[in-house]
């Protein structure tokens, strides 16, 4: 008798732990409402922007009675996202990477906006940049909105460029000559002179490898092909680019190699490729700085885009309200006021008179070379369904070539090896 | 003990008619009964909820396919065990664990023992010496890692202080031996105090005596040693590995901060291969798997060293 009751507590209590799990989503959208929303940026700045625009909507909501901003820390961003949605508590709405959007598209996480963006006045939804909506949509539909399509560009400490004696990005720039061989040169000479690290490659650190995207892209490499079906790292572009890295690297000194670390931001390198938004961090800066678009590579000027989508969860339990105050947050005056910190996706605001307004840091010209022709000509950073899983393979397969004699054809190989399997998939 | 004896008087009594002729309901032994079990309730309200039901739902979840964003949850049987058994990845994974194990525990147990003999002798700092010792046991674990992360880097503080000698340390954390090495090195000089007292404890426990009798037979340190401390303070090497051998297999943090696995993936241990297929990969009912089975490996061992302890330990003949 008592081990049938034990027995029946357990299985009361197995029975409400997986229906607090299974969430009740679109239930209870007349009574009062509270938002959240995953951010990745805990950035004061950031945040006192987006608590403006909720108080805004809530003098016109009242049923919301508020609106909340959950930073989680960048490095674990996704894998925190989906373990709250797995936990059954997930968010109304979603910042998303780019290199997380094929997973969020296809899986039916997310809410198609179409219906209710189209539906709101005044939303010009249809002044949204297809370069930049592209990733967020399939079968025709809008997933997600690319709050912030930031393109890569260089920021070059032009103290430590002076100091190595060298010809500045600019100077090389209007001699027509900043190409990958002259930037790798630059790097290799403000190593040797000054003792600090030539151009790191920010958050690569030998393990974020899609951000050598900046660099390969030059080269007309990529990671997968368009469908996403065939590797490209045993193509010779890849080889070639792979190769220039390396002897950068190992024998030029141009990066700095595995398991050193410098901040260009503290002063420690002479250039770094980063999206333009990192401009804020040079606010207080103690050394002088330029920005110039990425070097040329053998297949001429290129650029490369970072995106962060902002979506609506399907679970939430409040969907319908949650893209309803999405439409608000991202109309075209809140746009505007976005548009300081995360480029815009509005054809209406790309302009250099509307970026100058909100990016004092950086001068009409920058913003030309670098956001605008970057965010029209873009390529995205590499994401592919099942990008996790994806991206481990392929820098575990990667870390052999980050040693001073690695077999670079070998190793890229090896790489396609590793992911052909799951690029099946 | 008092409990039991009053027990089983009051058996014999709740059999009695009572006073009326009626038999008594609300006897001493289920008052006893209902005493003892609400002794026990907040213990076995915690180990139920958060132990038992969590360990049950981990086997459940194993036979699913759980795909979160698409929030699906279908049942395939033992599709993920199958799987587990193909998987291209598991054998190396599990020469990793068994890697870091072996370092670990024949590392720390033989430091820990070592140090706890030193630090018994009666001399002046030996206090110093133990809090020193015992120190970082009390640090916040990801602290202490993250600390460790910067002074293995290869401009870091090691190759630093190597340097100054003229020495050319290596990448510590990219070489696929050095690497494992220092995530071992790290955990040991983390965890060795723990073990440390334990030891101390055991050796304050043997009786001068027998030492003095085998000096008098003429017994020299090293026998003394093997034939009287070791065999005197055996039930604690028992359960100092015991716990060391467990903690070793669920060993993440120290990887999550230093290698996160690599290079290549000569440092992804069981747990946190778990952790990437069920967190990173979104592969919950496969990680499911990989939990049963590492559940599965601690038991094993945790069993075998329980019966091996009448070989070895000495009050256990």
Same mark, same amino acid.
């Given at each position: 008798?008592?081990?049938?009751?034990?027995?029946?507590?357990?299985?009361?209590?197995?029975?409400? @732990?997986?229906?607090?799990?299974?969430?009740?989503?679109?239930?209870?959208?007349?009574?009062p409402?509270? @938002?959240?929303?995953?951010?990745?940026?805990?950035?004061?700045?950031?945040?006192k922007?987006?608590?403006?625009?909720?108080?805004?909507?809530?003098?016109?909501?009242p049923?919301?009675?508020?609106?909340?901003?959950?930073?989680?820390?960048? +490095?674990?961003?996704?894998?925190?996202?989906?373990?709250q949605?797995?936990?059954?508590?997930?968010?109304?709405?979603?910042?998303?990477?780019?290199?997380?959007?094929?997973?969020?598209?296809?899986?039916?996480?997310?809410?198609?906006l179409?219906?209710?963006?189209?539906?709101?006045?005044?939303? &010009?939804?249809? +002044? @949204?940049?297809?370069?930049?909506?592209?990733?967020? &949509?399939?079968?025709?539909?809008l997933?997600?909105?690319? $709050?912030?399509?930031?393109?890569?560009?260089?920021?070059?400490?032009t103290?430590?460029?002076?100091?190595?004696?060298? &010809?500045?990005?600019?100077?090389?720039?209007?001699?027509?000559?900043w190409?990958?061989?002259?930037?790798?040169?630059?790097?290799?000479?403000?190593?040797a002179?000054?003792?600090?690290a030539?151009l790191?490659?920010?958050?690569?650190?030998?393990?974020?490898?899609?951000?050598?995207?900046t660099?390969?892209?030059?080269?007309?490499?990529?990671?997968?092909?368009?469908?996403?079906?065939?590797?490209? $790292?045993d193509?010779?572009?890849?080889?070639?680019?792979?190769?220039?890295?390396?002897?950068?690297?190992?024998t030029?000194?141009? $990066?700095?190699?595995?398991?050193?670390?410098?901040?260009?931001?503290?002063?420690?390198?002479?250039?770094?490729?980063?999206?333009?938004?990192?401009?804020?961090?040079?606010?207080?800066?103690?050394?002088?700085?330029?920005?110039?678009?990425?070097?040329?590579?053998?297949?001429?000027?290129?650029?490369?885009?970072?995106?962060?989508?902002?979506?609506?969860?399907?679970?939430?339990?409040?969907? +319908?309200?949650a893209?309803?105050?999405?439409?608000? $947050?991202?109309?075209?005056?809140n746009?505007?006021?976005?548009?300081?910190?995360?480029?815009?996706?509005?054809?209406?605001?790309?302009?250099?008179?509307?970026?100058?307004?909100?990016?004092?840091l950086?001068?009409?010209? &920058?913003?030309?070379?670098?956001?605008?022709?970057?965010?029209?000509?873009?390529?995205?950073?590499?994401?592919?369904?099942?990008?996790?899983?994806?991206?481990?393979?392929?820098?575990?397969? @990667?870390?052999?070539?980050?040693?001073?004699?690695?077999?670079?054809?070998?190793?890229?190989?090896?790489?396609?090896t590793?992911?052909?399997?799951?690029?099946?998939? | 003990?008092?409990?039991?004896?009053?027990?089983?008087?009051?058996g014999?009594?709740?059999?009695?008619?009572?006073?009326?002729?009626?038999?008594?309901?609300?006897?001493?032994?289920?008052?006893?009964?209902?005493?003892?079990?609400l002794f026990?309730?907040?213990?076995?309200?915690?180990?139920?909820?958060?132990?038992?039901?969590?360990?049950?739902?981990?086997?459940?979840y194993?036979?699913?396919?759980?795909?979160?964003?698409?929030?699906?949850?279908?049942?395939?049987?033992?599709e993920?065990?199958?799987?587990?058994?193909?998987?291209?990845?598991?054998?190396?994974?599990?020469?990793?664990?068994?890697?870091?194990?072996?370092?670990?525990?024949?590392l720390?147990?033989?430091?820990?023992?070592?140090?706890?003999?030193?630090l018994?002798?009666?001399?002046r700092?030996?206090a110093?010496?133990?809090?020193?010792?015992?120190?970082?046991?009390?640090?916040?674990?990801?602290?202490?890692?993250?600390?460790?992360?910067?002074?293995?880097?290869?401009?870091?503080?090691?190759?630093?202080?190597?340097?100054?000698?003229g020495?050319?340390?290596?990448?510590?954390?990219?070489?696929?031996?050095?690497?494992?090495?220092?995530?071992?090195?790290?955990?040991?000089?983390?965890?060795?105090?723990?073990?440390?007292?334990?030891?101390?404890?055991?050796?304050?426990?043997?009786?001068?005596?027998?030492?003095?009798?085998?000096?008098?037979?003429?017994?020299?340190r090293?026998?003394?040693?093997?034939?009287?401390?070791?065999?005197?303070?055996?039930?604690?090497?028992l359960?100092?590995?015991?716990?060391?051998?467990?903690?070793?297999?669920?060993?993440?943090?120290?990887?999550?901060?230093?290698?996160?696995?690599?290079?290549?993936?000569?440092?992804?241990?069981l747990?946190?291969y778990?952790?990437?297929?069920?967190?990173?990969?979104?592969h919950?009912?496969?990680?499911?798997?990989?939990?049963?089975?590492?559940?599965? /490996?601690v /038991?094993?061992?945790t069993?075998?060293?329980?019966?091996?302890?009448?070989?070895?330990?000495?009050?256990?003949?």
């Amino acid at each position: 008798m008592r081990a049938r009751t034990t027995a029946a507590i357990a299985v009361a209590a197995l029975l409400g @732990l997986t229906a607090c799990g299974s969430g009740d989503g679109g239930a209870g959208d007349d009574g009062p409402v509270t @938002l959240r929303m995953t951010t990745w940026s805990a950035n004061e700045a950031h945040v006192k922007l987006f608590d403006e625009i909720a108080e805004e909507y809530k003098k016109t909501h009242p049923n919301v009675t508020a609106i909340t901003f959950d930073a989680i820390p960048f +490095e674990n961003y996704t894998t925190t996202l989906t373990t709250q949605i797995a936990g059954g508590n997930p968010p109304d709405l979603a910042w998303v990477l780019e290199n997380a959007a094929p997973d969020f598209v296809s899986s039916g996480a997310l809410l198609p906006l179409d219906d209710t963006l189209k539906g709101t006045d005044g939303y &010009q939804f249809d +002044e @949204l940049a297809p370069a930049a909506t592209k990733l967020w &949509q399939a079968d025709g539909k809008l997933y997600g909105y690319p $709050f912030s399509t930031s393109p890569f560009g260089i920021f070059v400490n032009t103290d430590l460029v002076k100091a190595a004696g060298a &010809q500045s990005p600019a100077e090389l720039i209007a001699a027509n000559q900043w190409s990958w061989e002259n930037a790798a040169k630059l790097a290799s000479a403000v190593n040797a002179k000054t003792g600090k690290a030539g151009l790191v490659v920010r958050d690569f650190d030998y393990k974020g490898w899609d951000n050598l995207s900046t660099v390969w892209t030059g080269w007309g490499a990529q990671a997968w092909s368009a469908d996403g079906k065939t590797c490209g $790292f045993d193509k010779p572009e890849m080889v070639e680019a792979m190769r220039f890295l390396h002897d950068a690297t190992f024998t030029d000194k141009a $990066f700095p190699g595995p398991g050193t670390t410098a901040d260009f931001f503290a002063g420690e390198a002479g250039l770094t490729i980063t999206q333009i938004s990192r401009a804020s961090l040079l606010k207080d800066a103690k050394f002088g700085w330029d920005l110039v678009p990425l070097p040329t590579g053998p297949k001429g000027g290129y650029a490369v885009i970072g995106q962060g989508g902002l979506g609506v969860l399907k679970k939430g339990k409040h969907a +319908e309200v949650a893209a309803d105050f999405l439409a608000f $947050f991202t109309n075209p005056t809140n746009s505007a006021k976005l548009a300081q910190f995360f480029p815009p996706p509005r054809t209406s605001l790309l302009t250099t008179e509307t970026l100058a307004k909100t990016n004092p840091l950086l001068k009409p010209e &920058q913003l030309q070379a670098v956001v605008i022709d970057g965010i029209s000509t873009g390529v995205v950073k590499p994401s592919h369904t099942g990008q996790a899983e994806l991206s481990q393979a392929v820098r575990s397969a @990667l870390d052999p070539l980050w040693k001073p004699d690695a077999d670079v054809p070998a190793v890229l190989a090896g790489v396609c090896t590793a992911i052909n399997p799951l690029l099946a998939k | 003990m008092a409990l039991l004896t009053d027990d089983r008087t009051a058996g014999r009594t709740s059999h009695r008619p009572a006073p009326g002729g009626t038999r008594r309901w609300w006897t001493t032994r289920r008052r006893d009964h209902l005493a003892g079990y609400l002794f026990i309730a907040p213990q076995l309200v915690g180990s139920v909820l958060f132990v038992l039901i969590p360990l049950g739902l981990v086997v459940w979840y194993s036979l699913h396919e759980w795909n979160v964003l698409a929030d699906t949850f279908d049942f395939v049987g033992a599709e993920n065990y199958r799987a587990m058994a193909d998987d291209p990845n598991l054998p190396g994974v599990l020469r990793a664990t068994a890697l870091f194990s072996v370092g670990l525990v024949a590392l720390n147990l033989s430091l820990a023992l070592f140090l706890a003999v030193l630090l018994n002798q009666r001399l002046r700092g030996t206090a110093f010496f133990r809090v020193l010792f015992f120190s970082p046991v009390v640090v916040s674990l990801v602290a202490w890692t993250i600390v460790w992360g910067f002074l293995l880097q290869d401009n870091g503080g090691i190759n630093g202080l190597l340097d100054t000698v003229g020495v050319d340390g290596p990448n510590w954390l990219r070489g696929d031996a050095t690497a494992m090495l220092s995530v071992i090195v790290v955990q040991v000089v983390k965890n060795v105090g723990l073990n440390m007292v334990l030891f101390l404890a055991a050796l304050q426990g043997v009786p001068g005596e027998l030492y003095e009798a085998a000096r008098v037979e003429g017994a020299g340190r090293w026998t003394q040693f093997r034939r009287i401390t070791v065999p005197l303070i055996s039930p604690t090497i028992l359960l100092t590995s015991i716990i060391t051998v467990v903690g070793s297999l669920q060993v993440f943090a120290q990887i999550a901060v230093l290698t996160q696995g690599g290079p290549g993936s000569s440092t992804t241990v069981l747990v946190y291969y778990l952790y990437q297929q069920a967190f990173q990969f979104h592969h919950f009912g496969y990680g499911a798997t990989i939990s049963v089975l590492l559940f599965l /490996l601690v /038991l094993a061992l945790t069993v075998v060293q329980w019966q091996m302890r009448k070989r070895w330990v000495f009050h256990e003949q």
